[in-house]
């Protein structure tokens, strides 16, 4: 038995967050919350399936494998709702038989080639905040499950300001890896939700993108160069910025989810860090209405660093908690600018005026400022959300701007109607986060009551949310990736014979078959 504290929640426990006395009044009277579902302290782990001399044979290739408990829950999820369903209520079936800490991609090398010999499933670990059934491997048919955690890979190797790259190793952490550049006056530019714990290589396994996107552009648009363990050997990719040499070969591991090879070290574009930043609120009549002005600035600009726009429900929500401006019924659209002082000011102004033409009203700079000090807080409220007996969970998508209207109303609707027919009614809210000149991505936040089995619940309501996604030719998802959770609706997007090109690479790279089975693949 374990105390599962620290797996079961997000982030520092020290920065949980109690639930405001407007939401908590929020969850009973619109929602019908009724009882608190604090999380369990204790799991009961699966046995170790690996033999002795399996162990003997993976602690000669690294010197670092524990097969501990306390090691072994750590690494036995995610940070999707469902995890922390499940570690809450003390199921832990993830967890691997031993946790492999190597310290260079050679022992990464050396661990992938002994489980090869063993027939030991891998799963890549980099920050563990997976919301997709991501670290969730198969089991049946192998000796076992090794998590392959890299924060020993955690230096940065080389850096180039001419030519204004950084090669660090893969489990370097976000905020360690800004630190180290900012030390330089540089940035990568890259703040997804999940900045705080996640690291440089789950970023490129994902296809993450930041939430100033707009502005520095998606992860895998940042990769120039990378270097991957396979059980074959090593790819080393990337030899000038762009090239006319055949396919790609860093797209198949972009995105990948650690299915094909082991990213271990990645060359990164980085920029100046900026002098000065300028973030405002502004408000428009409708979520429409707020779309095409986003719309406008993608395709015609001047494109803001961070663009975002909430649509009426969650405007209203961040409002009456106290987490957003009274909007008086419209949309909020947090509109951010970075960079030099004379760029800032020039851009900023220009779109002030761009966003009054489109029909938009400025509330100022303190909204998007305190956009801008919460904006890694989320995680913690859902925590406080699940201890209070309310489900709440998110999922995203992304297509073209004509496209958006019917995408959103189709998965609104197909969430509303699953979750109200289990006796459930929700809270749906939805905003515009990442935006290019041909389409938009859309991201929805789903709180209802908890029913009496919640991951059934959920799984309910997000396969209904997907089969939405796919009827109105949207992806099924736009930087959550792909994991467990998104396999069948991505085989049908990319149809049988972009599967089949898939599992010929996989056959190639993996042809054991252990890296993170039953990931990815469908």
Known sequence: ?????????????????????????????????????????????????????????????????????????????????????????????????????????????????????????????????????????????????????????????????????????????????????????????????????????????????????AGYGRYDRMVVGLRAATTIGTLDLGRAPESAAGPDLRQLLLGSEGVFGVVTELTLRVRPAPAAHRYAGWTFPSFADGARALRALSQDGPLPTVLRL????????????????????????????????????????????????????????????????GRFRAPYLRDALLDAGALAETLETATFWDRLPETYAAVRDALVETLAAAGTPPLVLCHISHVYETGASLYFTVVAAQAE????????????????????????????????DHRPWYGREIGPVGVAALRGVKAALDPHGILNPGILLP
């Not at 799984?459 to 949207?474: E, F, L, N, P, V």
């Open 310 to 373: 909430s649509d009426e429900t969650e405007t209203a929500i961040n409002a009456a908690t106290g987490s957003g401006p009274d909007a008086d019924g419209g949309c909020l659209a947090v509109v951010g600018f970075e960079g030099t002082r004379e760029d800032v000011s020039a851009r900023a102004d220009a779109a002030s005026r761009r966003l009054t033409e489109l029909g938009g009203t400025s509330l100022g700079e303190t909204p998007g400022e305190q956009w801008r000090a």
């Open 1 to 213: 038995m374990n105390d599962l504290h620290y797996v079961a929640r997000w982030g520092d426990p020290a920065d949980a967050l109690t639930l405001p006395p407007a939401v908590a009044a929020l969850l009973g009277t619109a929602l019908g919350v009724k009882a608190a579902r604090p999380a369990a302290h204790a799991a009961v782990l699966p046995p170790v399936t690996l033999d002795a001399s399996v162990l003997d044979d993976l602690r000669a290739a690294c010197a670092r494998v524990d097969t501990d408990d306390a090691a072994r829950l750590a690494h036995a999820a995610g940070k999707s709702t469902e995890d922390l369903l499940r570690l809450r209520a003390g199921d832990a079936p993830g967890a691997p038989d031993a946790v492999a800490r190597p310290g260079g991609h050679d022992e990464v090398e050396a661990l992938l080639a002994a489980c090869a010999r063993h027939h030991v499933a891998v799963v890549p670990f980099g920050g563990g905040t997976s919301v997709v059934g991501g670290l969730a491997a198969d089991r049946a048919g192998f000796a076992g499950v090794l998590a392959l955690d890299l924060a020993g890979l955690g230096r940065l190797l080389r850096l180039d300001p001419v030519s204004r790259t950084a090669t660090f190793e893969a489990g370097v952490r976000a905020p360690i890896a800004e630190r180290l550049l900012a030390a330089e006056g540089l940035t990568l530019g890259h703040f997804p939700q999940s900045f705080e714990y996640a690291s440089l290589g789950g970023f490129a396994a994902t296809r993450s993108s930041g939430q100033a996107s």
């Open 453 to 484: 089995d919640p991951v059934a619940q959920w799984r309910a309501a997000k396969a209904a949310a997907s089969d939405a996604i796919a009827a109105t030719g949207a992806t099924i998802t736009h930087h959550h990736g792909v994991g467990r």
